[in-house]
T-cell receptor, first 115, second 112 residues
């Protein structure tokens, strides 16, 4: 069964500090891995998407890494800001004939940035 | 571009009552999804449309849930009758080709 496990479940850090969120998956055959940010009361918004051949991708202060051999990904947030407070969801896509079918969502990491 | 629009944003109903949610996807996006998200959980797929065809509805509780996407654009999701366990956020998403999903802000349903 395809699964995506995220850790930690929740995290509190001070503004300006860095943090790293983890995602482990058992999705096969692997197609791509996505990180989404979900603000409270909002829908998820895409941060990054990585395919098998990509092992790092940045989007501003967000840097995602992918190790397809160990089936692990991380999302690193640099110099955190209050607006980074949100849930971060890891989503893994299984390869198929096309489209975004076969998506497996993690439960998310709830991040709180304190001033 | 305008994002995915969902309405209503909030809905409170008594159990056994019907309820409907509406979604207007991003123009040109052929693929439309309905997800259900419980508190502290990731979204769970209910149904996926390719244009007006439902291509994956295996997780849709068909005894009480129904959906339609007339003309391959807007979509509605209906629950009849609602149960207490249906309380959740219902998210609609659209995609132009399946890689990146664009989500609406959801409808928060409370069944009392």
């Amino acid at each position: 069964k395809n699964q995506v496990e995220q850790s930690p479940q929740s995290l509190i850090i001070l503004e300006g500090k860095n943090c790293t969120l983890q995602c482990n998956y058992t999705v096969s055959p692997f197609s791509n891995l996505r990180w989404y940010k979900q603000d409270t009361g909002r829908g998820p918004v895409s941060l990054t998407i990585m395919t098998f051949s990509e092992n790092t991708k940045s989007n501003g202060r967000y840097t995602a890494t992918l190790d397809a051999d160990t089936k692990q990904s991380s999302l690193h947030i640099t110099a955190s800001q209050l607006s980074d407070s949100a849930s971060y969801i890891c989503v893994v896509s299984a390869r198929s004939g096309g489209g975004a079918d076969g998506l497996t969502f993690g439960k998310g990491t709830h991040l709180i940035i304190q001033p | 571009e305008a994002g995915v629009v969902q309405s209503p944003r909030y809905k409170i109903i008594e159990k056994k009552q019907p309820v409907a949610f509406w979604c207007n996807p991003i123009s040109g996006h052929n693929t439309l999804y309905w997800y259900r998200q419980n508190l502290g959980q990731g979204p769970e797929l209910l149904i996926r449309y390719e244009n007006e065809e439902a291509v994956d509805d295996s997780q849709l509780p068909k005894d009480r849930f129904s959906a339609e996407r007339l003309k391959g654009v807007d979509s509605t999701l209906k629950i009849q009758p609602a149960e207490l366990g249906d309380s959740a956020v219902y998210l609609c998403a659209s995609s132009p080709g399946g890689r990146v999903l664009h989500f609406g802000n959801g409808t928060r349903l409370t069944v009392t």
